[in-house]
C-alpha cells in the first residue's frame, strides 16, 4: 500500500514537471512591434506549437532506449548519436529566449523563412529575422513551429547549416555563403543524409536535426515532413557581419607614391640587380 502511494506521488511530480518547467519565449526588440500586433500573435501560437514539440523531444530524450526513440533518433542525427549533448542543446532551446529583432522583414533572397543575425562584435550577440514569406497562407504552425526551433538553435546554442568539406560544423560569414558550394549543406533536402552517414556523432550541432526531431517527437513517422521542409523554404546560412578592420587607415595628407627606389643616397650609386616591385 506504502509502495503504491509511493508510486501515485512519483507520477503526479514527473507529471507537473512536465508541465510547469519553463517554456522558450520570445523577446520582441522590433521598434515597429506596436504597429504590428498581429503578427506578434501569430508568433506566440507558433511559439506554443514549438514548445509542445520541444517537450516531447524531452520526453524521447528521457527513454531513449525505446525502439521508437532510438529510430526518431537516428533519423534525425545518424546512427551515432551524442545522446548528452542533444539532451542538453534541448534543454537549452526549452529554457532559453528567443530574440526577435525583425517581425516582417524583406529578405535579400526571396524564398527564406528566417535568418539568424551575429553581431560583428561579440558572437554571442544574435538574434532572429523573420521574413514576409514565413506568414504566407500556405505556412502550416506546424511548419513555422520547425522554422522556430531551427533559429533557436542557432541563436541559444550556436548550431550550424555550413559543414567542411572535411565534416567541421562552422557558421558562415556572408563572404563564405556566395561560395558555400565549398561546403556541405546540413539541410534536410541538401546533405543532410551525408552528413549523417559520415559525421553522426557530431550532428548534435545540425540545426535541421531538431527541426526533424521536433516534428518526429510529436508526430512520429505517420505524418511526413518531407513535405514540412520542401526545397524553396529552405533557410539560408547563417548571416555574419564582417569584422571591422584591425589595421586603422593613417591619418594625414597622403604621400603620393614615387616608386621603388632605385638608388642608394648615401653613396649616390644605383642599387645592385632590379629593383622589386609587387606582381
Same mark, same amino acid.
Given at each position: 500500500?506504502?509502495?503504491?502511494?509511493?508510486?501515485?506521488?512519483?507520477?503526479?511530480? *514527473?507529471?507537473?514537471?512536465?508541465?510547469?518547467? =519553463?517554456?522558450?519565449?520570445?523577446?520582441?526588440?522590433?521598434?515597429?512591434?506596436? $504597429?504590428?500586433?498581429? $503578427?506578434?500573435?501569430?508568433?506566440?501560437?507558433?511559439?506554443?506549437? +514549438?514548445?509542445?514539440?520541444?517537450?516531447?523531444?524531452?520526453?524521447?530524450?528521457?527513454?531513449?532506449?525505446?525502439?521508437?526513440?532510438?529510430?526518431?533518433?537516428?533519423?534525425?542525427?545518424?546512427?551515432?548519436?551524442?545522446?548528452?549533448?542533444?539532451?542538453?542543446?534541448?534543454?537549452?532551446?526549452?529554457?532559453?529566449?528567443?530574440?526577435?529583432?525583425?517581425?516582417?522583414?524583406?529578405?535579400?533572397?526571396?524564398?527564406?523563412? =528566417?535568418?539568424?543575425?551575429?553581431?560583428?562584435?561579440?558572437?554571442?550577440?544574435?538574434?532572429?529575422?523573420?521574413?514576409?514569406?514565413?506568414?504566407?497562407?500556405?505556412?502550416?504552425?506546424?511548419?513555422?513551429?520547425?522554422?522556430?526551433?531551427? /533559429? =533557436?538553435?542557432?541563436?541559444?546554442?550556436? =548550431?550550424?547549416?555550413?559543414?567542411?568539406?572535411?565534416?567541421?560544423?562552422?557558421?558562415?560569414?556572408?563572404?563564405?555563403?556566395?561560395?558555400?558550394?565549398?561546403?556541405?549543406?546540413?539541410?534536410?533536402?541538401?546533405?543532410?543524409?551525408?552528413?549523417? +552517414?559520415?559525421?553522426? /556523432?557530431?550532428?548534435?550541432?545540425?540545426?535541421?536535426?531538431?527541426?526533424? *526531431?521536433?516534428?518526429?517527437?510529436?508526430?512520429? *513517422?505517420?505524418?511526413?515532413? +518531407?513535405?514540412?521542409?520542401?526545397?524553396?523554404?529552405?533557410?539560408?546560412?547563417?548571416?555574419?557581419?564582417?569584422?571591422?578592420?584591425?589595421?586603422?587607415?593613417?591619418?594625414?595628407?597622403?604621400?603620393?607614391?614615387?616608386?621603388?627606389?632605385?638608388?642608394?643616397?648615401?653613396?649616390?650609386?644605383? $642599387?645592385?640587380?632590379?629593383?622589386?616591385?609587387?606582381?
Amino acid at each position: 500500500m506504502l509502495f503504491l502511494r509511493f508510486l501515485h506521488t512519483m507520477v503526479l511530480l *514527473f507529471l507537473v514537471h512536465e508541465t510547469t518547467s =519553463a517554456p522558450i519565449s520570445i523577446k520582441y526588440v522590433d521598434p515597429r512591434i506596436s $504597429l504590428r500586433p498581429h $503578427l506578434k500573435s501569430i508568433l506566440e501560437g507558433v511559439k506554443e506549437e +514549438a514548445n509542445d514539440q520541444i517537450a516531447k523531444m524531452q520526453h524521447v530524450l528521457r527513454f531513449p532506449l525505446n525502439v521508437d526513440h532510438k529510430k526518431i533518433l537516428t533519423t534525425a542525427f545518424g546512427p551515432k548519436y551524442n545522446l548528452e549533448e542533444i539532451r542538453k542543446n534541448v534543454n537549452t532551446v526549452h529554457h532559453g529566449i528567443l530574440i526577435a529583432q525583425d517581425l516582417f522583414r524583406r529578405m535579400p533572397k526571396p524564398n527564406t523563412l =528566417a535568418r539568424t543575425m551575429i553581431s560583428e562584435y561579440d558572437d554571442s550577440d544574435r538574434w532572429v529575422q523573420f521574413s514576409t514569406k514565413f506568414y504566407a497562407h500556405t505556412m502550416t504552425v506546424r511548419q513555422q513551429a520547425g522554422t522556430l526551433i531551427h /533559429e =533557436a538553435s542557432h541563436q541559444l546554442f550556436r =548550431a550550424v547549416d555550413k559543414w567542411t568539406r572535411e565534416g567541421k560544423p562552422r557558421p558562415m560569414t556572408t563572404t563564405e555563403a556566395k561560395n558555400a558550394t565549398r561546403f556541405y549543406c546540413g539541410y534536410y533536402h541538401a546533405d543532410f543524409e551525408h552528413l549523417k +552517414a559520415t559525421v553522426s /556523432e557530431k550532428m548534435d550541432r545540425n540545426a535541421d536535426s531538431y527541426k526533424i *526531431f521536433g516534428h518526429l517527437a510529436k508526430y512520429g *513517422f505517420d505524418v511526413s515532413y +518531407a513535405n514540412d521542409f520542401p526545397h524553396e523554404w529552405l533557410e539560408p546560412p547563417i548571416v555574419s557581419v564582417q569584422k571591422p578592420r584591425t589595421i586603422p587607415r593613417p591619418l594625414g595628407p597622403r604621400v603620393r607614391d614615387r616608386g621603388p627606389k632605385t638608388t642608394n643616397k648615401a653613396i649616390g650609386k644605383p $642599387l645592385s640587380g632590379r629593383p622589386s616591385q609587387k606582381s
